[in-house]
Nanobody, 126 residues
Framework: QVQLVESGGGLVQAGDSLRLSCTAS????????ITWFRQLPGSEREFVAC????????YYSDSTKDRFIISRDVVQNTVYLQMNKLKPEDTAAYYC???????????????????WGHGTQVTVAS
């Protein structure tokens, strides 16, 4: 069982930055990928960024690749999402999830993730 806890959301102005954190309870992440998704009410969860825990390889959506940075701290068992130059369209609930196994072909599919955090709200005012 893996528990994920997100933090760091809030209300900011357009152009501001926020850093989200996702801390995992288990130490069985050696062969896992940790992914951030976001979701608006009534919409599907959207892929934001992914990091492969062991190798540190990172992947981004087209809408975030030039503004967001995903990273990990193996000592703290935490994944971060540094969000810069935030836009009102970044407003959403942000979730981290983990898939125990590495497969880039499925990383953007939220239905392939078994373990999820409770989410943290990010609101960007214009």
């Amino acid at each position: 069982q893996v528990q994920l806890v997100e933090s760091g959301g809030g209300l900011v102005q357009a152009g501001d930055s926020l850093r989200l954190s996702c801390t995992a309870s288990a130490r069985t992440l050696s062969n896992a990928m940790i992914t951030w998704f976001r979701q608006l009410p009534g919409s599907e969860r959207e892929f934001v960024a992914c990091i492969m825990w062991a190798a540190g390889n990172t992947y981004y959506s087209d809408s975030t690749k030039d503004r967001f940075i995903i990273s990990r701290d193996v000592v703290q068992n935490t994944v971060y999402l540094q969000m810069n130059k935030l836009k009102p369209e970044d407003t959403a609930a942000y979730y981290c999830a983990t898939h125990l196994g590495v497969n880039v072909r499925i990383m953007k599919n939220p239905s392939m993730y078994r373990y999820w955090g409770h989410g943290t709200q990010v609101t960007v005012a214009s």
